[in-house]
């Protein structure tokens, strides 16, 4: 028995009613005899903590609640996210043959018997995903190409269920008196990263397509100008494990990755906040080039125009049995109805900032057409034909959402790859970004920017605490730096210099292997 001074670690996230939530589970159970381990370590993510109550029959069920020490400092964010996702698993649970769990009672307030906001829920069958699927970023047991092909299939049957359920708005479902309703959207690239503190944004719900994405760009430009950037260094993105034949050659990479944009504090300087700037205003022409040549649905088939989506199929969410059947998907947080072209983009395995990999992406598409053919009675030719050509582009959309949801450290890669795929071969990019950073409106914006940028002084501290007595390292950071003009790259065009032609300075793979060569004894 715990004394007076301890406590139990069923605990550790927030203080409350266990007999309070057993007396619950038992009433919703038809008297069913319920209890709380005490002991039992909570589980937690990000933003949420979770803990199991047992029945005397065996049945588990599931109790979720907020962090508030969680990713997003905001009561308020957090209780709607909880309403939202309660709402979404309600409706698909209602509307669907989808796994998803079931919700048995929820609540977005404290104001309650228990204590805490919470959603109550049964809890998922079979084992994560994440058990069996290899991460790209390190060395673990393999899925065979089948049993993969398998998992993506099944998400292409999912995902055709998915555009049935659809809404005349984009936004995110909530519940009030048994009907369900679009309101604000809660999306990732709106929330995430602090965006849920900016003040003066569309937030929805959004009538248009347009609309949509015009609010997301909006954010990103909000985001990059003002809040920080983590590790995004449009110029300098993070080295990929992928791109490494053993994990000491990729971590060399990351030190030396990690000194150069520690030199001059370049993440969250000016420079690299213009850098962001230029290619927003980039995707927000891409965007408007997309949706004018896209077709979308016609205006008397208004409902079907947006539909619910998953933001993160990743092997963390997904469930499966021993034949490696979906069982479960869980976590619906950020959830919202979106245009076609976001829902029809395959699913990013293992983790969402992946791109699937190429041959199992074909599955992906086989069984979103599988599942539109079984059930052909449902859709028009039209629909049919839109359906399919909206799934067969959908890959610049793709690389575009993780773009402006920062689901990526590898912007500029991402950035590249939907350049080229949107047809921009009269200009490159070496050439578009130098011109755009010798133009005075860059050059205004990027002087405006300095302004919030850190001290000589400030920059010099960080620089020692960081290195300390790494000479070597130091000098090479700064070498790099010298060469690659960082902070001379927002002035009129220079007639001399080591960076004044040819390709624009990118700190990637083949820089940070020609340094380690010369490195070696």
């Known amino acids: 028995m715990l004394s007076k ?9 927030a203080d409350f009613n266990a007999p309070a939530l057993c007396r619950l589970a038992s009433k919703l159970r038809g008297g069913q005899y319920c209890f709380c381990d005490t002991s039992q370590v909570p589980a937690c993510g990000s933003f949420n903590w979770t803990i199991l109550i047992s029945f005397n029959d065996g049945v588990e069920w599931v109790l979720r609640s907020p962090r508030d020490d969680g990713a997003i400092k905001s009561d308020k964010a957090n209780l709607l996210l909880l309403a939202s996702e309660a709402a979404t698993l309600m409706y698909i649970k209602a509307n669907s043959t989808i796994p998803v769990p079931e919700i048995f009672a929820y609540s977005c307030s404290k104001d309650n018997d ?40 099944q998400l292409g049957v999912i995902t055709w269920q998915l555009s049935r359920l659809c809404f005349d708005q984009a936004g995110s479902l909530f519940e009030e008196d048994g009907e369900f309703q679009i309101k604000t959207c809660l999306s990732r690239g709106l929330m995430l990263n602090e965006r849920h503190s900016l003040g003066d ?5 959004f009538k248009s397509e347009k609309d949509y994405y015009e609010a997301h760009i909006s954010v990103f430009l909000e985001h990059v100008k003002y809040l920080q950037l983590g590790h995004h260094c449009f110029f300098a993105p993070i080295p990929a494990r992928s791109e490494y034949d053993d994990y000491a050659g990729f971590r060399k990479a990351s030190d030396l990755w990690s000194d150069f944009v520690t030199v001059q504090s370049k993440i969250d300087g000016s420079d690299n906040r213009t850098d962001y700037v230029i290619a927003g205003e980039v995707l927000s022409e891409m965007i408007t080039k997309w949706t004018n040549n896209v077709s979308s649905f016609p205006l008397n088939d208004r409902k079907r125009r947006f539909s619910i989506h998953h933001p993160d199929f990743s092997v963390d969410n997904i469930f499966v049995d021993e034949g490696f059947n979906i069982t479960c998907i869980i976590d619906w947080a950020f959830s919202s109805s979106v245009p076609l072209s976001i829902l029809l983009t395959a699913p990013g395995l293992p983790q969402s900032r992946y791109e699937v990999d190429i041959l199992l992406l074909p ?8 599942a539109l053919e079984e059930n052909i009675q449902h859709e028009s030719i039209e629909t049919e034909m839109i359906l399919c050509r909206t799934l067969s582009c959908s890959r610049p959309i793709w690389l575009l959402s ?4 920062f689901d990526s450290t590898r912007d500029y890669c991402l950035f590249k790859a939907l350049w080229h795929s949107m047809g921009n071969h009269d200009q490159g990019i070496s050439e578009f970004f130098r011109s755009k950073q010798s133009s005075q409106q860059y050059i205004s914006l990027r002087d405006e920017l300095k302004e919030d940028d850190q001290t000589t002084e400030q920059v010099a501290r960080l620089e020692k605490e960081y290195f300390r007595d790494e000479v070597l390292r130091l000098t090479i950071a700064r070498k790099l730096s010298l060469v690659s003009q960082w902070s001379l790259r927002y002035h009129e065009l220079l007639v001399h210099g080591v960076r004044s032609n040819g390709d624009i300075f990118v700190a990637d793979k083949k820089l940070w292997a020609w340094i380690n060569n010369c490195l070696e004894p």
Do not use: C
């Open 5 to 13: 001074y301890e406590r139990a670690t069923v605990f550790q996230y």
């Open 201 to 205: 944004i569309n937030r929805g719900p």
């Open 114 to 153: 228990i204590g805490i906001p919470y959603i109550l829920m049964s809890k998922a069958r079979g084992s994560p995903l994440q058990r069996t699927w290899k991460d790209s970023e390190k060395d673990e047991p393999n899925m065979s190409h089948e049993q993969k092909t398998k998992i993506i299939f």
């Open 402 to 405: 993780r773009i402006l949801n």
């Open 363 to 370: 599955s992906f598409e086989d069984g979103f057409r599988y």
